[in-house]
């Protein structure tokens, strides 16, 4: 096979060097690690020459193989004469704020044209996250990370997925196909070096890297166990975000590595310390400038808040106190001498990344006001010009009435009669009077002050005065999780209380329940209203953050008559207005035959799939790569 010769010098191109590697960034293609640089040869696809390093000519690194084509040629010139985009990135401009009202939130990314065509413009994309399905899950995050990824390399991006690798007895086999890459680095933190060594898997067109380490290997979930969260929680996330911000450099996956030009995806505080170490790490020796970080907060009440001192572990140059630096008000002080100082890395991602994306578009307001920022809001509004919100998808094939496995009965919205069969088979499981004709409410989700599960607990005696049936799934607060014990000896032959985590059982729940009761006090987004909705199961939940944009209130009046909506939401959050409206739903279930199929059809029809919202993933990676980083101190 000949090799083009492209007569592109290497000013076009960047240089990097460490101790044991040379990589050239070519732009437009990425960062291309050179084997050998000593003299004139093809490595990697790259041909430099050995007496001046002048840059004679590459193959594409887009595919597996193959040569530069015409375009990417293209982006190498017009960047060499000084064109940072292509014509079509130039015609989209960053919103100004889509976060201010609902009226500025018109602005927001639409995503609209995107959904059906594939991007002009593809990235490479790297998922930083504490959880991906099935891997790792205990929520919502978990779902998200899962899936996304997925339908962004369907959409043509090349992407990564980089996760702790938990080992803790029950789920080890899930890791079964990832393979050792025999790749170790030493991350410098925590005053030593850690050794961490990569695993990986190539599944639905995503690169999975699985970050191993002894910390990672340990019963419980990924935060903690029966004794509570572990205490060594920060050292873990920090030694994994070393870890990740290397391994697009480092990892030849697929026979290439990623590169430096690529976008850092963060979840949550976990990640949150990437973009951190992007500017303070990377950026000042001339690494990761053409790199950029998108924080996705999934859930701003953790933010893995640590003492002051603390700070000297995880290895960042002094000068980068400030950008984590956290004082607790007075009022949340434990004693007279303590002076509320602490690191949040969470803060320092909001600092430093270049955007922001929440999972909702409601809930992208509420974290700027008072009342939903967690004393980040002021910080938060500083920065909503770069903050969208983009409504979660769901994985389609996972929450299928028509295909689930999980359950006992497939239907769909041209044959509802499954549900019913699916209804009376979950009485069945669960030793509940098998009735038909009585509504049957379910709950799932994580027993946290969050979900509102203690508004449940307070209004349940007078639920139960009511011909209704109640099932809640759920784990977490030991509290509550005795309390559900207790409630299920209370009313044996109308509650049921199911303690632990369970997938197979969340999809019975979401498919037989009529209703699914959703009190949280907050919702980023939730995804158990989605799963309901498309299985025909009615929310009721409380008007907040993705809970109010995503369940339409039902109107018997609108459409001529026909009827409006998915579910209904309450406001304000309490015992009178939660059971108010819970008995305007079971009133409908029995008494409106009709409204109640329409309501369930609407739910059932409604796109829940990522398409949207990858595309406006997509337009926030752009705007992000147009604009300079956001931290850059050099
Ligand atoms: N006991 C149990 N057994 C089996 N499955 C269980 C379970 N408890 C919870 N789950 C599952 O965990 C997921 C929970 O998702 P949510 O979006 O409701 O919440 P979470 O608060 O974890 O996520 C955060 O991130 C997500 C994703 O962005 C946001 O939607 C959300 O608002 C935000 O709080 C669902 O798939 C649910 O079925």
């Known amino acids: 096979m000949e090799i083009p010769q492209v007569p592109v010098a290497l000013s076009a191109a960047r240089l990097w060097r460490s101790p044991t590697n040379l990589a050239v960034l070519i732009p437009n293609l990425g960062f291309v690690k050179v084997v050998s640089p000593n003299k004139f040869?093809?490595?990697?696809?790259?041909?430099?020459?050995?007496?001046?390093?002048?840059?004679?000519?590459?193959?594409?690194?887009?595919?597996?193989?193959?040569?530069v084509g015409e375009r990417d040629l293209e982006g190498v010139l017009l960047e060499r004469n000084g064109l940072e985009h292509s014509s079509e990135s130039d015609k989209l401009g960053p919103d100004d704020s889509n976060v201010d009202s609902s009226s500025?939130?018109?602005?927001?990314?639409?995503?609209?044209?995107?959904?059906k065509t594939k991007p002009k413009i593809t990235q490479n994309i790297v998922f930083v996250a504490s959880e991906a399905n099935p891997y790792a899950k205990t929520g919502g995050l978990g779902d998200v990370v899962g899936s996304l990824p997925v339908v962004l390399a369907r959409r043509g991006h090349r992407v990564m997925v980089v996760i702790p690798r938990y080992m803790n007895g029950i789920t080890d086999k899930v890791y079964g196909n990832a393979l050792d890459t025999k790749l170790r680095i030493k991350v410098s933190c925590f005053g030593g070096d850690h050794e961490v060594a990569f695993f990986h898997e190539y599944k639905e067109g995503v690169d999975w890297v699985f970050v191993n380490h002894p910390s990672y290997h340990r019963p419980g979930n990924p935060y903690g166990d029966n004794f509570g969260a572990f205490g060594d929680n920060q050292f873990r996330f920090t030694l994994f975000c070393y870890a990740a911000c290397e391994a697009p450099l480092v990892l030849p996956l697929g026979g290439y590595i990623y590169g430096e030009r690529c976008i850092f995806l963060v979840n949550d505080w976990h990640a949150s310390l990437v973009p951190i170490l992007l500017a303070a790490k990377y950026r000042p020796y001339g690494v990761y400038k053409h790199a950029r970080s998108v924080l996705v907060i999934h859930n701003l009440a953790h933010q893995g808040v640590?003492?002051?001192?603390?700070?000297?572990?995880?290895?960042?140059?002094?000068?980068?106190?400030?950008?984590?630096?956290?004082?607790?008000?007075?009022?949340?002080?434990?004693?007279?001498?303590?002076?509320?100082?602490?690191?949040?890395?969470?803060?320092?991602?909001?600092?430093?990344?270049?955007?922001?994306?929440?999972?909702?578009?409601?809930?992208?307001?509420?974290?700027?006001?008072?009342?939903?920022?967690?004393?980040?809001?002021?910080?938060?509004?500083?920065?909503?010009?770069?903050?969208?919100?983009?409504?979660?998808?769901?994985?389609?094939?996972?929450?299928?009435?028509?295909?689930?496995?999980?359950?006992?009965?497939?239907?769909?919205?041209?044959?509802?009669?499954?549900?019913?069969?699916c209804k009376l088979a979950l009485q069945k499981e669960l030793g509940l009077a098998v009735r038909p004709d009585v509504p049957l409410v379910g709950f799932i989700g994580r027993l946290?002050?969050?979900?509102?599960?203690?508004?449940?607990?307070?209004?349940?005696?007078?639920?139960?005065?009511?011909?209704?049936?109640?099932?809640?799934?759920?784990?977490?607060?030991?509290?509550?999780?005795?309390?559900?014990?207790?409630?299920?000896?209370?009313?044996?032959?109308?509650?049921?209380?199911?303690?632990?985590?369970?997938?197979?059982?969340?999809?019975?729940?979401?498919?037989?329940?009529?209703?699914l009761l959703m009190p949280s006090r907050f919702e980023p987004?939730?995804?158990?209203?989605?799963?309901?909705?498309?299985?025909?199961?009615?929310?009721?939940?409380?008007?907040t953050g993705g809970l109010k944009d995503t369940v339409e209130n039902f109107d018997p009046f609108a459409n001529g008559g026909e009827g409006r909506g998915t579910g209904w939401s309450f406001s304000p959050l309490s015992k009178e207005a939660m059971l108010g409206t819970l008995r305007i739903a079971t009133q409908t279930y029995r008494e409106y035959k009709n409204s109640w199929e329409g309501i369930m059809r609407r739910g059932m029809e409604r796109d829940y799939t990522w398409e949207k919202a990858a595309a406006q993933y997509e337009q926030v990676f752009q705007w992000a790569m147009m604009d300079p980083p956001y931290c850059n101190m050099t």
């Open 306 to 421: 640590e003492p002051a001192t603390t700070f000297g572990n995880l290895g960042l140059p002094p000068e980068w106190y400030g950008a984590l630096e956290w004082v607790f008000p007075t009022w949340a002080r434990k004693h007279a001498l303590d002076r509320g100082e602490a690191v949040n890395p969470l803060k320092g991602g909001i600092v430093t990344a270049d955007r922001i994306v929440t999972v909702s578009q409601g809930y992208a307001w509420e974290i700027t006001t008072a009342e939903g920022g967690t004393g980040l809001d002021e910080l938060l509004r500083s920065r909503k010009s770069v903050i969208n919100g983009i409504t979660n998808g769901i994985d389609i094939d996972e929450w299928n009435p028509v295909s689930d496995r999980h359950i006992s009965c497939q239907y769909s919205v041209i044959d509802l009669s499954g549900k019913a069969e």
């Open 41 to 67: 040869q093809r490595c990697n696809g790259v041909f430099l020459n050995g007496s001046d390093r002048r840059l004679m000519g590459f193959c594409s690194l887009k595919g597996n193989s193959g040569f």
């Open 525 to 543: 987004c939730g995804l158990n209203q989605l799963y309901a909705m498309r299985y025909g199961t009615v929310p009721v939940v409380h008007g």
């Open 104 to 115: 500025d939130r018109k602005q927001s990314v639409s995503g609209e044209e995107g959904v």
């Open 448 to 515: 946290d002050y969050q979900k509102g599960v203690d508004l449940i607990r307070s209004s349940l005696d007078e639920l139960m005065q009511d011909d209704v049936q109640f099932i809640m799934l759920g784990s977490g607060d030991p509290d509550i999780e005795q309390w559900m014990r207790t409630a299920e000896c209370n009313y044996r032959d109308k509650f049921r209380g199911w303690v632990g985590f369970s997938v197979p059982v969340s999809h019975r729940v979401t498919a037989g329940c009529d209703i």
